[in-house]
């Protein structure tokens, strides 16, 4: 009998161990976007941007030229090269809510509002994971985390901050979707999202992003399947999903 | 010999980095050096360049990050808040080991300060200014048509060590006009290969990484280790000074940059009196011409440092003399230029204590 070959790990995925913990979606999204980059034909021709944060080791596990980006100042990094290369190239910054929605809110708005031809897969768990646990820009309103102890006081502390409700209204944006990691019908439509922000790339119609909702089971402090329930229940109220701006059309 | 061209400084500068093949300028509008944005914005389009004006200092400086990792000459210009924005992104690149060109047109501080020309961002510029063990190769110009050669020499200097370099200019350079003879244009073709490490995309090879991180400590201290190997080449090949009228001296003084300048007319008016003064002008701050100046102490009587600071430079020279002779200080500063009668007045007034 001859073996065949139905799954693999895509081309642009390395062979080095994630470092991420049991349960944790950044294995999920870092797969979906390999598989993208594959399918599209880019990865020879890609360089990305880490982040710092949790995936301050993503240009370790992508098998493409990359980099790590100071503390939310990726898209700018991103500017830098893609300005420096050229519409040949395609580049991606990967980053979590405090890096893309508390620090790097600057550049975040600035790169989407210059329509910059680079491509932002933006993870949502509404927490601090690298640091351990902090709140986030994104944390919810009652949400106990290790800088709101007693839940997050929006009088205090304000309110989650809605990254594609505040950039869906730029010019400079081609592309804008908010998906779910959390269940498998969520993955399936975050690949498809991930193509049309690459396409949106490539056609050189503008900036793109794609927000995913993702968790935290380590510092929610729930068990990886808990942490999608409570996700589901309380995350996706908060940030509804669906496509915010879309000049790309129809992607096979 | 090429034509003469009467320009403003932070212009002059601007052209000089075109024609030695920066084709990319990221940079944010501060007095006293927005007319070289202004001119970047007007002249990149047309040689097929790209200017950007960055949302702020700190957007900027890692959007140069971004480009230096492609290999590609980049540079920007800012004046002393806005380098101090930058500062975390100039630690970065000097971790990532990445060349890269800064010119700061220093103006009075601290804070918001003045827009005049000052001296007092020396300790920055030389003593690493952001995080970490890391240095800049730092050249300060004294006369515009020494500033466009040293935007020649950055460029090379910060490619050959893949170490970032910073023009240390002031407000006094930036915005006055003299005639300079500006360098050929460099054929791009020509300008240094980074294959071996750039960020460009795989093609056929294997990936590149370019980042300014280890989470190994021992292998962090490697990484340093290797930058400090750097550093002592650079020490070694590259110090620069000019010793005017030190021969015969029987005083020196010590200054850079426009202060440099204009300790020429004092060493003159010294000289008319009879007065047997020398000046020794560091090119290169960092690195610091110590042996010079170490050397020179041998000679004199006294080594007066003068600085638009409060005396910041004067460090050095006190490490290089060390108790060796006297080492009197003048300086203003916030802004304010001494004049060749007062800084007179002053070294007269030192050698009548001697």
């Known amino acids: 009998m001859q073996a065949k070959v139905i799954l693999k790990r895509p081309e642009s995925l390395t062979d080095k161990e994630f470092t991420y913990c049991p349960g944790c979606l950044h294995g999920v999204a870092h797969r979906l976007v390999a598989e993208v980059l594959d399918e599209l034909n880019l990865r020879r021709k890609t360089i990305m941007v880490a982040p710092v944060g949790c995936s301050v080791f993503a240009y370790e596990f992508f098998n493409v030229d990359g980099t790590v980006a100071p503390h939310g100042r990726a898209t700018a990094v991103a500017t830098g090269i893609k300005r420096a290369m050229g519409p040949e190239k395609t580049v991606f910054t990967y980053q979590g809510d405090g890096d893309l929605a508390a620090i790097g809110t600057a550049e975040t708005i600035h790169t989407a509002n210059r329509g910059e031809k680079v491509t932002t897969i933006f993870i949502n768990n509404a927490i601090y994971g690298m640091t351990g646990g902090q709140m986030a820009p994104t944390t919810l309103e009652g949400m106990k985390t290790t800088t709101s102890p007693y839940g997050r006081n929006v009088d205090d502390a304000g309110y989650p901050i809605h990254v594609c409700e505040l950039l869906q209204n730029l010019k400079g944006v081609a592309y804008l979707e908010r998906v779910s990691l959390l269940d498998p019908r969520g993955i399936v439509n975050a690949k498809k999202a991930l193509k049309k922000a690459f396409t949106a790339q490539e056609k050189g119609l503008g900036y793109s992003l794609v927000e995913m909702i993702s968790t935290c089971p380590t510092n929610w402090g729930l068990s990886p399947v808990e942490s999608l329930k409570w996700a589901k229940d309380k995350m996706l109220p908060e940030f509804p999903l669906g496509v915010f701006v879309d000049r790309v059309g129809d992607v096979k | ?354």
């Not at chain 2, 940079?27 to 070289?36: A, D, K, R």
């Not at chain 2, 290999?71 to 808040?81: C, D, K, L």
Request: a negative charge; glycine letters at 8%; aromatic letters at 8%.
């Open chain 2, 1 to 354: 010999m090429a034509e003469k061209t009467m320009m403003k400084g932070t212009e002059a500068m601007g052209e000089a980095a075109i024609r030695c093949g920066a084709r990319l300028y990221f940079g944010y509008p501060i007095t006293p050096q927005s007319e070289l944005p202004e001119y970047m914005s007007r002249r990149l389009p047309q040689v097929d360049g790209n200017f950007l004006q960055a949302e702020s200092e700190v957007a900027a400086v890692n959007m140069i990050y971004g480009a230096a990792c492609t290999g590609t000459r980049v540079f920007t210009s800012t004046s002393s808040p806005g380098f101090s924005l930058m500062m975390e992104g100039v630690s970065y690149i000097a971790g990532a080991e990445l060349p890269a060109v800064f010119i700061n047109v220093v103006r009075g501080g601290p804070g918001l300060g003045d827009i005049q020309p000052a001296q007092s961002d020396y300790f920055q510029a030389t003593k690493g200014g952001g995080h970490g063990d890391y240095h800049l190769i730092v050249l300060s110009p004294s006369t515009l048509q020494e500033a466009v050669e040293h935007i020649e020499l950055a460029f090379d200097l910060s490619d050959k060590y893949r170490t970032p370099a910073l023009i240390l200019a002031d407000g006094m350079l930036g915005q006055m006009m003299e005639p300079v003879e500006l360098p050929e244009f460099k054929d791009l073709e020509s300008l240094p290969k980074h294959d071996s490490w750039s960020l460009t995309g795989m093609g056929n090879r294997e990936k590149h990484i370019v980042t300014s991180f280890d989470i190994n400590a021992d292998v962090l201290e490697q990484m340093n280790i290797r930058f400090q190997k750097t550093y002592r080449e650079i020490e070694r090949n590259e110090t620069r000074c000019e010793e005017f009228m030190m021969d015969d001296a029987q005083y020196a003084v010590v200054a850079y940059g426009t202060m440099g300048r204009i300790m020429k007319t004092v060493v003159k008016m010294a000289r008319d009196e009879g007065i047997k003064l020398g000046l020794i002008r560091p090119i290169t701050v960092w690195p610091f011409p110590y042996d010079t100046i170490s050397d020179a102490a041998e000679k004199v009587e006294f080594m007066m440092t003068v600085e638009m600071s409060v005396g910041q430079m004067w460090e050095d020279v006190r490490l290089a003399v060390g108790k060796k002779i006297p080492t009197p200080f003048y300086g203003r500063t916030g802004g304010v230029v001494p004049t060749p009668v007062e800084i007179f007045e002053a070294l007269k007034k030192q050698m009548e204590v001697k």
